[in-house]
């Protein structure tokens, strides 16, 4: 047994990448549950030589500081008492078994454990490996479209998940059509483990720049800030840490041979590559390229930044939607007011106007100008009253006046004249 033990534990060591010393404590493990649960009994203890393949069993106690379960564990001065050398930790044996007494029921229950503990191994070194690689580049294959979701195959029977907010508007995907992704997160599941990715993470592009361009990926070009806006416009930031060495040139390439193949991978997003600098009034002018700056004002205290643009350039700066002006501030960390060169010049002598009504030092001579103002609202009082002028309809009253009809009443005594005639 010892012989082809060994074989097949150097063949799963071969075939699934887990190592030897893991495989042996699966093994190990589950034996001894075996064991224990058909003698119905904690304190079996189950060892087997790597060299040889030979399993021991034997009856034991844990060395510990106090004992819990007096069934089990034993103290450290009962210990010494049979192994002078016992230290706290160790499992010393009290007796050993017979391991040839196991039975059928019993090769069974160990067949099926030693089965679960090593995909149990299994998966935590899948785990393991995958967890290492959070933050870099993985490569996987479209195997199926869900509502929320692309399901990547990343080998091995395992899957990473590419969420719908993680991808860009401008892609689309079809089924076998090999993706690369940005690791964000590995997580475990009863399936194994489940591996988040992103292609819209600044990360992504980070790691896009270091496969185009070997000065990044050597280390004499950094990459200091990435501000991104996936599938519409990015801006990175770069800086040399070797002397002579231009970093944006480097970065872009000859004709833009490197930063052109990372924008095909995104899809045709825009990437601007600005120098980094020390001084952030240069630092500011530079990310707000492809813009003229004619000046920039610092305010340390308030973390703001005041940007004069030629009034052409205002548009530019700002960009649709102040797009622009809002990648520059993620990318420098400062809060930046872009104003054009004839508002700058403007404001000099306007701002004491324009304090003056609106600020409480001077409200005195502001006071006297509405004053004139304010008879012209009661003389259009007056004004509105003439309308009573237009209400001497009462004149129209007069034709009562017209009432001097009796005067058309002496006509009768004329006629009664006549009649006497």
Known sequence: MSRDFVGALLQLNAEKQVPQQA???????GIQAAYRRVAGEEDIFVQIEPGSGEIRVYRG???VPEVEDPAVQVTLEEARATHPEA????????????AEHFGRIGAQTAKQIILQRMREVERDQRFDQLSAREGELLTGTVSRVEPRAI???????????????EQSPLEHYRIGQPVKAFVLEVRRSARGPQVMVSRTHKGFLRRLFELEVPEIHAGTVEIKAIAREA???????????QDGLDPVGATVGQRGARVQAVVAELAGEKIDVIPWSEDASVF???ALSPAQVL??????????????????????????????ARLAARLTGWRIDIRSDVAAAEPQPAPDAAEAPAGTADPAPVEPQPAP????TPASEPEAAPEPEAAPEPEAAPEPEAAPEPEAAPEPEAASEEVSS
């Not at 495989?23 to 493990?29: D, G, S």
């Not at 395992?158 to 719908?164: H, K, M, P, S």
Request: proline share 2%; charged share 30%.
């Open 284 to 286: 500011v002018a530079n």
């Open 87 to 98: 230290e706290i930790g160790q499992v010393i044996e009290l007796e050993q078994l017979d």
């Open 231 to 241: 599938g519409s416009r990015s801006k990175v930031a770069v800086a040399s840490r």
């Open 373 to 376: 103002e304010a008879p012209e």
């Open 61 to 63: 106690r844990e060395v």
């Open 151 to 165: 399901i990547l195959d990343v080998g091995k029977g395992d899957e990473a998940v590419l969420q719908t907010s």
């Open 295 to 324: 000046g920039v004002s610092i305010d340390e205290e308030h973390r703001t930044a005041t940007v004069t643009v030629p009034e052409r350039m205002l548009s530019l700066a700002i960009g649709r939607d102040g797009q622009n």
């Open 23 to 29: 495989l042996l404590r699966a093994v190990e493990e």
